[in-house]
């Protein structure tokens, strides 16, 4: 299953609103996960099941979506919330990631 | 807390030979299964294999099907990965991941990862 990723890249401001879209080849059911990535650091869980919040994670972060098309929402983005962000699909093996969103400053 | 460490990389020839482990703590090993997820410098993420956790079901991706082994010694919390076969495109950092059980919706938890070269 190929997860499309978009946009690859997004410039951004802090305080803005960003919605990150993953797109699956084929039905998934809800069994996306979503990580976020900074440099040098390993990938940290955000949401799975795609829209349920892990623990710790600011409510800022919202997922969305089911079957083939997802989305990832930050409201008021924070300026740790500059990162690459990617989607997962864990409903079938191999087990996919999406291309990832580098969300930088504007 | 939940930790996992990664050892093994290095530098390798094409055609090469190289294994790495995982090394587990924090967290009941033996009821986890394990993942190795691999990221080529500047490049996103590839998951690359699976093992459940008693060791009875692999999988693994289809373009290291065949060369990479992933293995488990939950006598000693450790998980590997035999890389036989190795490409210029295999250079990455080798993450070891672990999931939140069956059904698995995550990754729960990420080592550091460890860089394998393969370079003539």
């Known amino acids: 299953i190929q997860l499309t990723q978009s946009p690859s890249f997004l410039s951004a401001s802090v305080g803005d609103r960003v919605t990150i879209t993953c797109r699956a080849s084929?039905?998934?059911?809800?069994?996306l996960a979503w990580y976020q990535q900074k440099p040098g650091k390993a990938p940290k869980l955000l949401i799975y099941?795609?829209?349920t919040l892990q623990s710790g994670v600011p409510s800022r972060f919202s997922g969305s979506g089911s079957g083939t098309e997802f989305t990832l929402t930050i409201n008021t983005l924070q300026p740790e919330d500059f990162a690459t962000y990617y989607c997962q699909q864990l409903n079938i093996y191999p087990l996919t990631f999406g291309g990832g969103t580098k969300v930088e400053i504007k | 807390q939940m930790r996992l460490v990664e050892s093994g990389g290095g530098v390798v020839q094409p055609g090469g030979s190289l294994r790495l482990s995982c090394s587990a703590s924090?967290?009941?090993?033996?009821?986890?299964?394990m993942h190795w997820v691999r990221q080529a410098p500047g490049k996103g993420l590839e998951w690359v294999a699976f093992?459940?956790?008693?060791?009875?079901?692999?999988y693994t991706a289809d373009s290291v099907q065949g060369r990479f082994i992933i293995s488990r010694d939950n006598s000693k919390n450790m998980l590997n990965l035999q890389m036989n076969s190795l490409r210029v495109e295999d250079t990455a950092l080798y993450y070891c991941?672990?999931?939140?059980?069956?059904?698995?919706?995550?990754?729960?938890?990420w080592g550091q990862g460890t860089l394998v070269t393969v370079s003539s």
């Open positions: 093992i459940h956790f008693d060791g009875s079901k692999q």
């Open positions: 991941a672990k999931d939140n059980g069956s059904p698995i919706y995550y990754f729960d938890s």
């Open positions: 099941v795609a829209s």
């Open positions: 084929l039905g998934i059911s809800s069994y």
């Open positions: 924090g967290f009941t090993f033996s009821s986890s299964g």
